[in-house]
């Protein structure tokens, strides 16, 4: 088993940043990549960002790039969203997931995922 916890959610003002954590736990060898989804009221989950689990290899949706920045640190088991440029849009509850394999989706379809956090709120003010 693996459990996640994601912290660093918040309120922030339209153009600032944070940044959030995914942390890691429990049989950690079988991960494979770490994504970060998140889901609006109303809305479906929706994929932000991925990372293999070495940290050397990343995807972003189109919506986030060049705005947010997925990394980790291999010694704690930890993998980051650091999200700067936030938009009201970007408000979501943000979830991060762990899959155990390679999928034809390379990440991207949160249906694929084997564990999941408990979720973050993120909320941008106009």
């Known amino acids: 088993q693996v459990q996640l916890v994601e912290s660093g959610g918040g309120l922030v003002q339209a153009g600032g940043s944070l940044r959030l954590s995914c942390a890691a736990s429990?049989?950690?060898?079988?991960?494979?990549?770490v994504g970060w989804f998140r889901q609006a009221p109303g809305k479906e989950r929706e994929f932000v960002a991925v990372?293999?689990?070495?940290?050397?290899?990343?995807y972003y949706a189109e919506s986030v790039k060049g705005r947010f920045t997925i990394s980790s640190d291999n010694a704690k088991n930890t993998k980051y969203l650091k999200m700067n440029s936030l938009k009201p849009e970007d408000t979501a509850v943000y979830y991060c997931?762990?899959?155990?394999?390679?999928?034809?989706?390379?990440?991207?379809?949160?249906?694929?995922?084997?564990?999941w956090g408990q979720g973050t709120q993120v909320t941008v003010s106009s």
């Open positions: 990372i293999n689990w070495s940290g050397d290899r990343t």
């Open positions: 997931g762990a899959v155990n394999g390679p999928d034809p989706t390379y990440g991207t379809n949160w249906s694929v995922y084997d564990y």
């Open positions: 429990g049989r950690t060898s079988n991960i494979y990549a």
